[in-house]
């Protein structure tokens, strides 16, 4: 039997992945998660829906040893790699932990996979590797320049370094997905038992989570970010991508690599850009709640304008997004939030 290894899976993408896997191929999983970032509830939502198909080891990624045993136990037919620490303001602050994790620890996880002959993997990046591009331009395609401006961009960029050089010497095929912003929640969320799968943070850093939390309540106020950019109304415009759709992603990625069996990069995201003040906006139609929403100073390491060109993708791969409407990925994430918030008050 060979096994699909997925770090990070108790993570908010990681776990969405997983379930798109689970539900479209008959692999057995072996996830590793420390659960710094992650929540437990995730993996016991899937493990309660598709019995007996997943491992669980709660390790964290710099322990070698233990990660080298289950190398050496299991036959891994591709490497799903989501572990990662995942904050650009945070990153500013600690970018020595950024690099410890992000790029360190993946790094250890490539030389497992050379060691062991793994053919595939599939890598999490993002579209902060592009940095700011200058100029005048509508979207980004994966031939802009890297040029990240704070140190989680880096922290991934070098990790695509380090997987681009490795893998042409050790013979290995990768995708590197460069996400765009993801958000929402599940949409086959079994609301009935009690159980789903969405966005669960410890402490919300994300523009739809935080807005979302204003309308249910947890939360009494929000802030926006600068509105001094060059954009537009003056805040930051991101492309904003439905969880379910970025999870299919990775199965195309996945489809994409035992075809094709060559290594690709690929953004993904909708093309499609909103402004901060567009997104809140949205939230409290859709929500029909309203909150107070402050003017604050511009975020450390923030790109004014982050919409991708994912022509690539479309192309290369049989990905077909089916959640492409601002609506839809918020209304979702507000089902999700008003579960949490029920949950929590029983
Ligand atoms: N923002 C606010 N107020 C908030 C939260 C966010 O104004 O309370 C603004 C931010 O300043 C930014 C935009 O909303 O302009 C989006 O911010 P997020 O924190 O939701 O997302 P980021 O664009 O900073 O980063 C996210 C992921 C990264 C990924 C990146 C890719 O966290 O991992 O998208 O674009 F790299």
Not at 143 to 166: A, V
Request: hydrophobic share 35%.
């Amino acid at each position: 039997m060979s096994f699909i290894l997925v770090t990070g899976g108790c993570g908010y993408i990681g776990s969405h992945t997983l379930l798109e896997f689970l539900k479209n191929t008959n692999h057995h999983f072996l996830v590793i998660d420390n659960l710094s970032t992650g929540f437990i509830q995730n993996l016991e939502y899937l493990q309660n829906r598709f019995k007996n198909r997943i491992t669980f080891f709660n390790y964290s990624l710099n322990n070698k040893e233990k990660l080298e045993q289950i190398f050496h136990t299991y036959n891994i037919e591709c490497v799903l790699h989501f572990a990662a620490s995942l904050s650009v303001e945070e990153s500013t602050k600690i970018p020595l932990e950024y690099y410890k994790n992000n790029t360190i620890n993946t790094t250890f996880l490539i030389e497992l996979c050379t060691k062991y002959n793994i053919k595939n993997f599939i890598f999490s990046s993002t579209a902060a590797v592009y940095g700011q591009p200058e100029g005048e331009f509508e979207s980004i395609d994966e031939n802009f320049s890297l040029n990240p401006i704070n140190p989680y961009g880096t922290s991934k960029m070098m990790s695509e370094f380090i997987l681009k050089d490795s893998s042409k010497i050790y013979n290995f095929n990768y995708v590197i997905l460069r996400y765009f912003n993801v958000a929402g929640a599940n949409m086959d969320n079994d609301f009935l038992h009690s159980r789903a799968l969405g966005q669960r943070s410890k402490n919300a850093i994300h523009l739809i989570k935080i807005a979302l939390e204003c309308a249910v309540g947890k939360r009494e106020k929000m802030g926006i970010y600068g509105i001094n950019y060059n954009t537009k109304d003056g805040t930051c415009i991101r492309d904003y991508i439905h969880i379910n759709d970025l999870a299919s992603a990775h199965l195309s990625a996945y489809q994409y690599l035992l075809q094709n069996k060559q290594s690709n990069i690929f953004n993904v995201g909708y093309s499609k850009g909103y402004s901060v003040k567009e997104v809140i906006d949205k939230v409290k139609e859709v929500t029909k709640q309203d909150f107070l929403v402050e003017i604050l100073g511009n975020r450390a390491g923030d790109p004014a304008k982050l919409i991708a060109d994912n022509r690539k993708i479309l192309q290369y791969t049989n990905w077909q997004p089916k959640y492409n409407h601002l609506e839809k990925i918020i209304q979702s994430a507000y089902d999700f939030e008003c579960y949490l918030r029920d949950v929590e008050n029983e």
